[in-house]
């Protein structure tokens, strides 16, 4: 509940503080005097934009604050969600600046505007004209009866498996999208993979080709080189061989008579088997160097693929030809292979969706459980309200597709002729009839869960007389289970109030400003009094106001 509101510096507000008792309590003023400045002032702590404009001229700055009893909301998650200290009462508090900067607080930790609001929204619920537009809502509705059937529990499960069920679809069409898509390259990688494939590449091919490419190039000329190198060493004319014969002969005889060059003789001779072993290999090597058109032509054929090979794949090396080859098989590999994953997935989301449908099943049972409730209480309000001959009733209709609130969808049908068909509220019922449906709806889901507290914003306007008193009557028996708040310009609901606060504007050194004061029972007489006769107070006025006041 709202424990008290410090207003300074808003708009005709130099300083004000309104505090608030639990059950029911009304505000009254004259047109002007500044109701609305409050309910203004209010909306900032709840999270409503706000500029500097709204700053009272010559101040630096306004805030507002707010004292909240919130023991009864069970917002702990909240407050830990968001890393705040969590008090039973707890103070919400709000700065605007001439600047236009904005500071927020919840419990004197600075927190983001987003924040507020949802913290507000469990607090603070204003219900004026403007809020009757909830009605043409079919979630509102739903909200409603999901409200009034206690489904919170079986709601949250179904949530919580359609949320997997959602999940387990996405992954399902993003693979089948992905192998749809796979697919139509399949044909263009398996072209690639088998066209490298049938290339039977193989490690060092490439070096090893382009060698015997030389040699095959050359081998005229390599082989002629070999034969006259031969030649030299063991030809028969210009052999080295046949004088380094005669000096080893030579060297023989030396060393008899003259032991020291022994040595030399030996290495000679050392000289003369090396080069025999050279010119044996020389000849075998230009034996086996043939002039081959045919062989060339293979390995011309063959290098020239591999270049094409290079070419086509933008790659440098034979090596790196062969990386690709192997990653196209794996990637055909993969793509053959969603078969498999799309029909263990399709397994899984039916799995899902069998989960989403026993629970979703469940829900609709329980909801249609409270139909007759809901529509005795509303009708049986909205008698009392003077709509004597009302019909209100509850449809459900089955949508095509699950969502996260299950699969039905409710309007709420109104007729206040029994003999006219009900149709959907929103589109039938007047502002009136609206307000006081959206009043009946509130009295019942006061008596189903804590709410917070209620601000009831002229939503009287354009009823009286026994209406009137039905309706005070309704907020007075809500004000038993919860704080309700009610701006009102009707003396028979502010004579039902618990506590009367009055509105009023003064002028303090030629500036005018709007403050509030909680009235006395004989200042409410007299306030009463005004409103049933107007300016001018008759004894009648102050009869009847004092009759209210003792109904109320």
């Not at 038993?480 to 009367?500: C, D, K, N, Y």
């Amino acid at each position: 509940m709202l424990y008290s509101l410090y207003i300074e510096n808003y708009i005709l507000i130099e300083r004000l503080k309104i505090d608030f008792d639990e059950g029911f309590s009304v505000i009254t003023g004259e047109t002007g005097a500044g109701k609305s400045i409050i309910l203004g002032a209010l909306g900032l702590i709840l999270g409503q934009r706000a500029d500097s404009k709204v700053i009272r001229d010559g101040a630096a700055k306004c805030v507002v604050e707010g004292s909240f009893s919130i023991a009864a909301y069970d917002l702990h998650a909240f407050f830990e969600s968001n890393e705040l200290e969590y008090e039973d009462v707890t103070l919400i508090r709000r700065e605007i600046y001439a600047s236009g900067k904005s500071r927020s607080f919840i419990n004197d930790s600075p927190v983001g505007l987003q924040q507020l609001k949802e913290l507000g929204e469990k607090l603070i619920d204003i219900h004026s004209q403007h809020q009757n537009l909830l009605l043409q809502h079919s979630a509102f509705q739903l909200n409603v009866v999901d409200t009034v059937a206690q489904t919170a529990s079986l709601l949250s499960q179904y949530q919580q498996s359609f949320t997997a069920y959602q999940e387990k679809r996405k992954q399902l069409a993003d693979l089948r999208h992905l192998a749809q898509k796979k697919q139509a390259d399949r044909d263009y990688l398996h072209f690639q993979w088998k066209q490298l494939d049938e290339a039977n590449l193989q490690e060092n091919e490439q070096e090893l080709l382009e060698q015997e490419l030389e040699m095959l190039q050359h081998a005229e000329e390599i082989k002629g080189y070999l034969h006259r190198t031969y030649d030299i060493i063991e030809g028969q004319d210009t052999s080295v061989l046949s004088p380094l014969q005669e000096a080893i002969v030579a060297m023989r005889h030396a060393s008899q008579v003259y032991p020291a060059v022994g040595e030399l003789q030996q290495r000679i001779e050392t000289v003369a088997i090396e080069l025999k072993d050279i010119a044996g290999e020389l000849n075998k090597q230009q034996l086996s160097v043939e002039v081959e058109p045919e062989r060339t032509e293979q390995v011309k054929l063959r290098l020239d693929e591999i270049y094409m090979l290079e070419q086509k794949h933008r790659l440098s090396s034979l090596p790196l030809l062969i990386v690709l080859r192997d990653q196209l098989a794996e990637q055909l590999q993969r793509i053959d292979a969603f078969d498999d994953d799309i029909a263990l997935l399709e397994k899984e989301t039916t799995s899902f969706l069998k989960e989403v449908e026993a629970f979703g099943e469940r829900l609709t049972i329980a909801r249609k459980k409270s139909f007759p409730l809901i529509a005795k209480h509303v009708e049986t309000q909205l008698r009392q309200l003077g709509m004597k001959h009302v019909v209100f009733q509850l449809d459900r209709q089955q949508q095509s597709e699950w969502t996260l609130m299950g699969r039905d969808e409710i309007q709420f049908l109104f007729s206040s002729n029994a003999q006219v068909k009900p149709q959907p509220v929103a589109q039938i019922a007047s502002g009136g009839e609206i307000s006081r449906v959206m009043l009946s709806i509130k009295s019942l889901i006061a008596h189903t869960k804590s709410l917070p507290t209620i601000i009831f914003d002229e939503i009287d306007m354009g009823i009286s007389g026994e209406v009137a008193n039905a309706m005070s009557i309704i907020m007075k028996q809500l004000g038993e289970v919860m704080q309700v708040i009610s701006i009102t310009h009707l003396p028979q609901i502010a004579a039902r109030g618990t506590q009367h606060y009055r509105v009023f504007k003064s002028t303090q050194r030629g500036v005018s400003e709007t403050t509030i004061q909680r009235l006395s029972d004989e200042e409410r007489i007299s306030e009463i009094s005004a409103m049933l006769s107007g300016a001018t107070v008759t004894q009648a006025a102050i009869d009847n106001a004092k009759q209210l006041l003792a109904g109320g």
